[in-house]
């Protein structure tokens, strides 16, 4: 069973407009954290923001922030005020305090974001 | 500091050649991973090492070796290369954590691997 479903491979969104990626996870840890990375067509990972499981607030750094919906398994991140810069793949991950892998990221599949001038 | 870096940036093999991607960081992490990264796939572990001297299987480790002889080298090895190794390889490190799931892992700039 996939631990990480990002359900939309591809989305659009307008210049300055925001975007929420969706993100749900699957885990039976009650300490795990999650984490978003940014991969532009240059190719490498950015790590973007993360998530633990017993955070209370939803985190946030500068222009993205991420909807922890704990009950519902859910960690979408939220862009605000889309630039074009921000067209790229958005990877969500899952890390498990006491998973398999020496807490190995688990990856969802992405979404490729483009943002429209 | 140069993070993590990976050595070469591309590549371009027959099928059955042999090579060793390297991957080195300078921020004294303990652990280190290997992952693979096809077209809509995601990444996935290949293998990983939680110290010099030690190595262990990921979730696709067929087809590859690894070996982690100094704390800041993790090497992945393919041994007679098969088109389905055709792949972006990413080299990650991190270090454990101290408490709770949350420690960055920071990821080399990858390299592009073709097999013909």
């Known amino acids: 069973a996939q631990k990480i479903t990002q359900t939309q491979p591809g989305m659009f969104v307008q210049e300055k407009e925001a975007v929420t990626l969706d993100c749900t996870y699957d885990?039976?840890?009650?300490?795990?954290?999650l984490f978003w990375y940014k991969q532009p067509s240059s190719g490498e990972m950015i790590f973007l923001i993360y998530?633990?499981?017993?955070?209370?607030q939803n985190a946030t750094e500068g222009r993205y922030s991420l909807n922890f919906q704990k009950a519902r398994k859910s960690a979408n991140l939220v862009i605000s005020a889309s630039q074009l810069g921000d067209s790229a793949m958005y990877f969500c991950a899952m890390r498990e305090r006491y998973g398999g892998s020496q807490g190995n990221l688990i990856f969802g599949k992405g979404t490729k974001l483009s943002v429209k001038p | 500091n140069a993070g993590v870096t990976q050595t070469p940036k591309f590549r371009v093999l027959k099928t059955g050649q042999s090579m060793t991607l390297l991957c080195a960081q300078d921020?004294?992490?303990?652990?280190m991973y290997w992952y693979r990264q096809d077209p809509g796939m995601g990444l996935r572990l290949i293998h990983y090492?939680?110290?010099?001297?030690?190595?262990a299987k990921g979730e696709v480790p067929d087809g590859y070796n690894v070996s982690r002889l100094k704390k800041q080298n993790f090497l992945l090895g393919l041994e007679s290369a098969a088109p389905s190794q055709t792949s972006v390889y990413f080299c990650?490190?991190?270090?454990?954590?101290?408490?709770?799931?949350?420690?960055?892992?920071?990821f080399g700039p990858g390299t592009r691997l073709t097999v013909l």
């Open positions: 990650a490190s991190r270090q454990p954590d101290a408490s709770g799931p949350y420690n960055e892992q920071f």
């Open positions: 090492s939680v110290g010099e001297g030690t190595t």
């Open positions: 885990t039976s840890d009650q300490s795990y954290g």
């Open positions: 921020m004294n992490h303990e652990y």
């Open positions: 998530q633990g499981s017993y955070d209370e």
